[in-house]
């Protein structure tokens, strides 16, 4: 479906203080139309694996328009909630069906 890449502006952030995050999809060459357009989730995982919180969203181009072989690239500004976790961090990234609860699989 599509190769993703998540880039912190910083690779350290208090609690409580924003950070912007840079997306990229890069769409497979052979994708198939999509007749849905499809939310990515963003969670944070703390060193477990446990989900710290999320930040799901539409993607800047919905899904319905990409087009194989197309780059969608953007950036949000979020904030890291105060949540009583210091340590590293793992963000997973994916495309979800907001009717369905469906996943789309990604690479990246």
Known sequence: MATVTVRPSRSAVPLGAPITLAFQFVVSQDLEPLTEDYQVMVHFLDSTGEMMWAEDHAPSIPTTQWQPGQTISYARRVRIPVYP???ESVVAV????????QRLPLTG
């Open 94 to 101: 994916g495309l979800y069906s907001a009717t369905t609860g």
């Open 85 to 87: 976790y210091i340590g």
